[in-house]
């Protein structure tokens, strides 16, 4: 199902194995193509793991693994031996100081599929619980006519890549293409588009400043902007410290330079890291292989737009909360220590970072202190690259702090979305909401977009609610066809409340429309446009069953480890039946 087919981002080899086809029937009877996919994972990983046993060294074993990709027809030799080069030292320090039980490796990867763990107790953790009591939650009251509203703008996954060269091959064997080193281009229609390209390409700098531009003079009068990370381009092969710190740099200069006097509050992406995705616990001191680096450099770059006490917890694990007006306190997780692809995911430190300790205790604080919460972060609790010991705890966390965590904002999907919280102990109780920003990069088959939300304004006893949002996205099929000569044209794709007809963004209203599109087709055609912006090709595609099963999934996961309610989905779609 589409739970597989979500994962667009593989990197270390074993994640790679998603991106092969599963689907022609097995020599095996009884096996499934999740069942091949853990055993090929298994295998590989036995490989690697004989060649470290035999002392070979990190580039002979990034030999093997790009020979490997080669073999298996997954991704080409330059990409996979670069990823490995890249990742090797932190492999070999994991393998040689036992951080790792290769058991379970393949079922954390490859969490979606099944795959067994062979000592689940060892990674499945669990922190301490609130020990004061859940106030008793109260209904959404929405403000009344003409209270006090706010505009904030929402930039996610801007994956800028200094090498974009208009012209240049589109169509390279690469895991990013349009790049002056991605090939000849051999068909005109390979050549790489003006202002971006649907294949897998990342944005070139002037359709940045493009978009930055544009926002500057339509938002001008946001209150704030989140940045929900992801500035580093998909180059995973052959990145740097050096080029992803230019890369921030940069781009916090810009934002800056349009939006003098806008706060910003950001979070780190996984691509921000150098190797890629890879987000060691602050346990780990060996500079060689540590994130210090990057938490010094996010600390320095964001210092001019938050509060000197931050910097230590930026520093220690790449997280803060600052109170930005009476009553609003926004909260910056690093979702990293989530992530599958982070190879320290996979060892054996618990709640790296502590962060959802300190989470827990930021929250139980501005309870107490009668404050509201916006969480923003890159990764959704509840995507299929979380590991599901992290989004469990998150999860309880929310349903514990319902009543003062008024909204979240995340990134990474590139897709424009939304999921549900739900409570644990009466699951038809919607509790929380989610907003997953749209991408600015277009990788892959996306127009650029980004958001911009109405939230509940500074008065008395403010629910700090998103109320509303719109997402703005260009075309780029019709931006290309004009190329230099004229610039993009940003438009409203939609508003929500519109659009979907909605009373308002409330937890209940938000279960209310997910369940109106299980049986509206209608409706549920406009969420499967807006989800990738009216992209030519994904709407000439179209959305099959297993295409609207796992968007309408997604929604209502914040668990990957219980898929329950995507298992009624397809049944109540089917019988109109009530969940
Ligand atoms: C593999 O990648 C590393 C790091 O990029 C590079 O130094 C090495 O030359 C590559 N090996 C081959 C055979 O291309
Ligand atoms: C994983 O197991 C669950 C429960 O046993 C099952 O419903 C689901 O279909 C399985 N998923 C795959 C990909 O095999
Ligand atoms: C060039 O691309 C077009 C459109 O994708 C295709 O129809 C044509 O066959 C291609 N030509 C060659 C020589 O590959
Ligand atoms: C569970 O929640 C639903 C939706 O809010 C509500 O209608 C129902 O009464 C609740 N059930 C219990 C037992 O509280
Ligand atoms: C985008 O522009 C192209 C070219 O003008 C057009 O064919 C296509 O219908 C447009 N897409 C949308 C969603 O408007």
Same mark, same amino acid.
């Given at each position: 199902m589409s739970f597989v087919s979500q994962i667009q981002l593989p990197f270390l080899f074993l994640?790679?194995?998603?991106?092969?086809?599963?689907?022609?029937?097995?020599?095996?009877?009884?096996?499934?193509?999740?069942?091949?996919?853990?055993?090929?994972?298994?295998?590989?990983?036995?490989?690697? @793991?004989?060649?470290?046993?035999?002392?070979?060294?990190?580039?002979?074993?990034?030999?093997?693994?790009?020979?490997?990709?080669?073999?298996?027809?997954?991704?080409?030799?330059?990409?996979?031996?670069?990823?490995?080069?890249?990742?090797?030292? @932190?492999?070999?320090?994991?393998?040689?100081?036992?951080?790792?039980?290769?058991?379970n490796i393949c079922g954390i990867y490859l969490q979606a599929d099944n795959c067994s763990l062979s000592?689940?107790?060892?990674?499945?953790?669990?922190? /301490?619980?609130?020990?004061?009591?859940?106030?008793?939650? &109260?209904?959404?009251?929405?403000?009344?006519?003409? =209270?006090? &509203?706010?505009?904030?703008?929402?930039? /996610?996954?801007?994956?800028?890549?200094?090498?974009?060269?208009?012209?240049?091959?589109?169509?390279?064997?690469?895991?990013?293409?349009?790049?002056?080193? =991605?090939?000849?281009?051999?068909?005109?229609?390979d050549a790489a588009g003006y202002w971006g390209d649907y294949r897998k390409c990342d944005l070139p700098w002037h359709t940045i400043e493009k978009a930055i531009a544009h926002m500057a003079e339509k938002h001008s009068d946001s209150a704030y902007i989140i940045w929900t990370g992801d500035l580093v381009p998909h180059n995973v092969w052959s990145t740097s410290k050096e080029d992803n710190i230019y890369i921030m740099e940069r781009l916090m200069n810009l934002i800056q330079r349009y939006f003098p006097s806008t706060p910003l509050y950001a979070t780190l992406g996984n691509h921000e890291s150098h190797p890629t995705d890879t987000f060691a616990p602050p346990d780990i001191t060996d500079e060689a292989i540590n994130t210090a680096w990057l938490y010094d450099v996010a600390a320095r770059q964001w210092a001019r737009w938050l509060p000197d006490e931050v910097s230590s917890t930026i520093r220690y694990g790449g997280y803060y909360t600052t109170l930005i007006y009476p009553g609003l306190r926004v909260v910056s997780l690093n979702t990293n220590y989530c992530y599958t692809g982070n190879l320290w995911t996979l060892s054996k430190f618990q709640d790296p970072a502590s962060s959802l300790v300190w989470l827990n205790n930021v929250l139980q604080n501005a309870e107490k202190a009668g404050e509201k919460v916006h969480i923003v972060s890159h990764i959704p609790p509840g995507n299929n690259d979380c590991w599901s010991t992290f989004s469990r705890e998150f999860s309880k966390i929310i349903n514990r702090f319902e009543s003062t965590v008024a909204a979240q904002f995340y990134g990474h999907t590139h897709k424009d979305e939304f999921k549900i919280f739900y409570d644990l102990v009466n699951a038809s109780r919607p509790t929380n909401v989610a907003?997953?920003?749209?991408?600015?990069?277009?990788?892959?088959?996306?127009?650029?977009?980004?958001?911009?939300?109405?939230?509940?304004?500074?008065?008395?006893?403010?629910?700090?609610?998103?109320?509303?949002? @719109? &997402?703005?996205?260009?075309?780029?099929? /019709?931006?290309?066809?004009?190329?230099?000569?004229?610039?993009?044209?940003?438009?409203?794709?939609?508003?929500?409340?519109?659009?979907?007809?909605?009373?308002?963004?409330?937890?209940?209203?938000?279960?209310?429309?997910?369940?109106?599109?299980?049986?509206?087709?209608?409706?549920?055609?406009?969420?499967?446009?807006?989800?990738?912006?009216?992209?030519?090709?994904?709407?000439?595609?179209?959305?099959?069953?297993?295409?609207?099963?796992?968007?309408?999934?997604?929604?209502?996961?914040?668990?990957?480890?219980?898929?329950?309610?995507?298992?009624?989905?397809?049944?109540?779609?089917?019988?109109?039946?009530?969940?």
């Open positions: 994640f790679l194995i998603c991106l092969l086809d599963f689907s022609a029937p097995s020599n095996v009877p009884g096996q499934s193509p999740a069942d091949r996919k853990c055993a090929l994972c298994n295998q590989l990983l036995e490989e690697v @793991t004989e060649c470290l046993k035999n002392g070979m060294s990190d580039r002979e074993v990034s030999f093997l693994i790009g020979q490997k990709c080669e073999t298996l027809n997954i991704l080409n030799f330059k990409v996979c031996n670069g990823t490995a080069s890249i990742m090797m030292p @932190t492999i070999r320090y994991m393998y040689t100081n036992s951080l790792v039980i290769q058991g000592d689940p107790n060892n990674i499945n953790w669990k922190i /301490a619980s609130s020990s004061i009591d859940k106030p008793v939650v &109260t209904q959404f009251i929405p403000p009344s006519l003409g =209270s006090p &509203t706010m505009k904030v703008l929402h930039i /996610a996954d801007l994956h800028w890549d200094p090498e974009y060269l208009a012209g240049s091959n589109a169509a390279c064997a690469d895991f990013l293409c349009c790049r002056a080193d =991605s090939g000849d281009v051999v068909n005109a229609t907003f997953m920003g749209p991408s600015l990069t277009t990788f892959t088959d996306l127009n650029p977009g980004y958001r911009v939300y109405t939230i509940d304004g500074r008065r008395p006893g403010s629910t700090w609610a998103v109320l509303d949002f @719109t &997402t703005w996205a260009i075309n780029l099929t /019709a931006a290309n066809l004009l190329g230099s000569s004229e610039d993009p044209v940003w438009f409203e794709l939609y508003h929500a409340k519109k659009e979907y007809d909605l009373a308002d963004l409330s937890p209940d209203s938000m279960h209310k429309f997910f369940q109106r599109m299980l049986v509206d087709d209608v409706l549920f055609q406009k969420y499967f446009k807006n989800y990738y912006r009216g992209a030519d090709k994904k709407m000439a595609q179209g959305c099959d069953d297993d295409c609207r099963i796992g968007l309408l999934c997604f929604i209502v996961t914040t668990d990957i480890g219980d898929r329950s309610r995507c298992a009624q989905i397809a049944k109540q779609m089917f019988t109109h039946e009530e969940l």
